[in-house]
């Protein structure tokens, strides 16, 4: 089902008066699991994304939350299943990626397999050689990834719209969270999700694009006969959002579901093993089911890898790598391939999507933009799975 994104516009209701300083507001790095953490957690000095100066707990991991078991990802033919993808196009809604959902996208102008049934499946090592693959990557056991989250959250003056691969959170097992995957109409390309949503990134790490340990209401209410691996506990902190705030299953302590949720999908409200009442995001039955926006102040800086590409890696200049912006955002070295076009990146992402729901039209895209099919073939990146 499509997804309608609330707008920065957003305004907390006037009812909220949150304060940071109540119950678990403030996140507790003794709720991560015992195994999260690459080296023991500290507290550093932050700037965070208003200018302001804060304390903030750096916190480091692996690639991989020990004993996490993932995948499946990308089906080997028509005949196998494979995980799990968010369609945003006709007919929208949560698949399993198998032989009846490629044949589907298929119809649509989408390419992922050939005459004999077998899926185009790349793990980004060499550039995809068709225009449709299904992605899956190799994980890389060196990576750690670093993360700072606010000691004390701050709340913002309007809330942070969470669009496509934005910075979520950290779950309590070490794995990070983000916001809704890049989609097929933008690349052409398939990063699959496993059946408690989430892939490998470029560089190397596993993350999720859903709260897994309440995953398995969603996937009931799509109809989709698969079950994640993970315990699932709709009342459970999944992790801590990157502005501090503890981020839920989709009820109450009490089992009840909440009616009072602001378009962040948060409220103030009470928390396993706290008497006292607190602001807290929830997970919601729609996918990616993580809160719409971050109604608190983010670090700086709040993700870094140590992999050589992808979100949160270290560019030439120094710079860490991020997802580009707010809304659909801006695939990884698209603003590289709008630079060696001469074009505008929101010009290359109008034209690459300008095909009305199909697979990207090159030769059109082309024309649009004023060059030739050749160049803008060269320019694109390999698509992203963030």
Known sequence: MTRARQSLAITLLAALSISPQMGHAHPDTAHFSDTAFVSEPKIVECTLTDGTENDCYEITVGYLPEGLEIGPFCPATLEDAGGLWDWTGEDAGVYRIDGDFLRFLNELGYAFYDADGNVHFTDLTDRPDVENSCIAVVPDEDVEMTVLLPVTP????????L?????????????????????VQDTGNLPALDLCGGHIDPGGWYHWHATATDIQGLLDAEGIEATCGL???????????????????TQDPDGAVPTDLDACNGHVGPVPGSDEEVYHYHATNTFPNLPACLVGLSPENAFATTASAGLGSQSRDGSIQGPGGSGKGTPPGFDEAAEALGVTTEALLEAMRSSGGGRPDLDAAAETLGVSEADLREALPPPPNQ
């Open 163 to 183: 669009g496509t691969v934005s910075q979520a959170g950290i779950a309590l097992n070490g794995a990070p969270i983000f916001a809704d995957a890049p989609s």
């Open 231 to 249: 315990a699932q506990d709709p009342t459970a902190l999944f992790g801590y959002a990157f502005d501090g705030f503890g981020m839920y299953g």
């Open 154 to 161: 701050v709340m913002a003056e309007t809330p942070t719209d």
